[in-house]
């Protein structure tokens, strides 16, 4: 069974980082058969996919084309976890933050196993 | 704005069934057979209930059935149960360009 659990600050100040974990247990972060996203959730956005990482011989990034200048995922093998860094936040990136596997290959939109999500808001 | 068109409610009566629409374009739903549906309840997570529009993971109902029609999909739930009682979300595969977008989800009422 797949399980993937968040950490990381529910608080950011405007125009700081965003930094968030995902530790995985039940799958590696090399699996070379998944891909491992972060999505947020906002009422303003809905859910708005971020972006990816995943293992296929190398290691690859996809991020979305409305964070992509501020956009970093990053893997780490040694913990098998993998995480988000968000920079120069604004009160609009406020939401709840999910991690969540993509099944079936890098290319299918498939998200069958999700983190428990994690609020966090930007304010001062 | 959300890249995928739900509408934002739908209701019905238990036992009854119910059909929830997701239109996009020919960039994504239209395009590729990742059409993915997505149930949450208040304060969790997302859970898969369809991939590859009409596929169901192990332990979903077959009650949840999906299907596509050009630019638009389809999730039905019918013999309407309580615990259905959910928001629905769709989503699509969308390319090397924009890769992943979503519905902005439809709240499922039991009446």
């Known amino acids: 069974q797949v399980q993937l659990q968040q950490s990381g600050p529910g608080l950011v100040k405007p125009s700081q980082t965003l930094s968030l974990t995902c530790a995985i247990s039940g799958d590696s972060v090399s699996s070379n058969s998944a891909a491992w996203n972060w999505i947020r959730q906002s009422p303003s956005r809905g859910l708005e996919w971020l972006g990816r990482t995943y293992y296929r011989s190398k290691w690859y990034y996809d991020y979305a084309v409305s964070v992509k200048s501020r956009i970093t995922i990053n893997p780490d093998t040694s913990k098998n976890q993998f995480s988000l860094q968000l920079n120069s936040v604004t009160p609009e990136d406020t939401a709840v933050y999910y991690c969540a596997r993509e099944t079936g290959g890098a290319a299918t939109a498939i998200f069958d196993y999700w983190g428990q999500g994690t609020l966090v808001t930007v304010s001062s | 704005q959300s890249a995928l068109t739900q509408p934002p409610s739908a209701s019905g009566s238990p036992g009854q069934s119910v059909t929830i629409s997701c239109t996009g374009t020919?960039?994504?739903?239209?395009?590729?057979?990742?059409v993915s549906w997505y149930q949450q309840h208040p304060g969790k997570a997302p859970k898969l209930m369809i991939y590859?529009?009409?596929k169901r993971p192990s332990g979903v109902p077959d009650r949840f059935s999906g299907s596509k029609s050009g630019n638009t999909a389809s999730l039905t739930v019918s013999g309407l149960q309580a615990e259905d009682e959910a928001d629905y979300y769709c989503?699509?595969?969308?390319?090397?360009?924009?890769?992943?977008?979503f519905g902005g989800g439809t709240k499922l009422t039991v009446l």
């Open positions: 590859e529009v009409s």
């Open positions: 020919s960039s994504d739903v239209g395009d590729y057979n990742y």
């Open positions: 989503s699509s595969y969308a390319g090397s360009n924009n890769y992943v977008v």
